[in-house]
């Protein structure tokens, strides 16, 4: 029976790369030099560290376009509070990573909702599809793609 998995990844070597890039670009930029400014990565959070806030909200922008440059699509970046204490400011951003139960109980209710020939069955951080024909699944990648969930998502392990 054909089949695919619904999912939400980040390529975390790619990530690294666009940080360090973020790092490289913070350091050259001329209204940033004299200023303590960083990106530090752990697991699937950067920090940024600068001065002001303002620059904050510069840097951001910045990891922005390493982020997209390297591949990673930036819907996946949920920003922070900025917070300011004595002379930083500092901004966690988190990469989401995999499907939370939450949506994944919305992607099968929208493909149940629109009556095709599939199942969808939850698994882990991701949701798997099986269905008779090939054409079936295809229209359910479609529908996924034009729908409105803020999360970007692949589809991979496509069997016949």
Do not use: W
């Given at each position: 029976?054909?089949?695919?998995?619904?999912?939400?990844?980040?390529d975390?070597?790619?990530?690294?790369?666009?940080?360090?890039?973020?790092?490289?670009?913070?350091?050259?930029?001329?209204?940033?030099?004299?200023?303590?400014?960083?990106?530090?990565?752990?697991?699937?959070?950067?920090?940024?560290?600068?001065?002001a806030?303002?620059?904050?909200?510069?840097?951001?922008?910045?990891?922005?376009?390493?982020?997209?440059?390297?591949?990673?699509?930036?819907?996946?970046?949920?920003?922070?509070?900025?917070?300011?204490?004595?002379?930083?400011?500092?901004?966690?951003?988190?990469?989401?990573?995999?499907?939370?139960?939450?949506?994944?109980?919305k992607?099968?209710?929208?493909?149940?909702?629109?009556k095709?020939?599939v199942?969808?069955?939850i698994?882990?951080?991701?949701?798997?599809?099986?269905?008779?024909?090939?054409?079936?699944?295809?229209?359910?990648?479609?529908?996924?793609?034009?729908?409105?969930?803020?999360?970007?998502?692949?589809?991979?392990n496509?069997?016949?």
């Amino acid at each position: 029976m054909p089949s695919f998995d619904v999912v939400s990844e980040i390529d975390m070597h790619q990530l690294t790369n666009a940080v360090d890039q973020a790092n490289r670009v913070v350091g050259t930029r001329f209204d940033f030099k004299g200023v303590d400014a960083s990106f530090t990565k752990e697991e699937n959070k950067v920090t940024l560290v600068a001065d002001a806030d303002f620059q904050i909200t510069q840097m951001l922008d910045i990891l922005k376009g390493t982020v997209h440059k390297c591949g990673i699509d930036i819907a996946c970046i949920e920003e922070g509070e900025i917070t300011l204490s004595g002379k930083q400011a500092k901004m966690v951003a988190e990469f989401r990573h995999g499907i939370d139960a939450d949506l994944a109980r919305k992607i099968v209710k929208m493909i149940k909702e629109k009556k095709l020939k599939v199942q969808a069955s939850i698994q882990g951080d991701q949701v798997r599809v099986t269905g008779k024909k090939r054409d079936d699944l295809q229209e359910v990648i479609a529908f996924l793609k034009a729908s409105d969930i803020t999360l970007p998502l692949q589809y991979q392990n496509f069997r016949d």
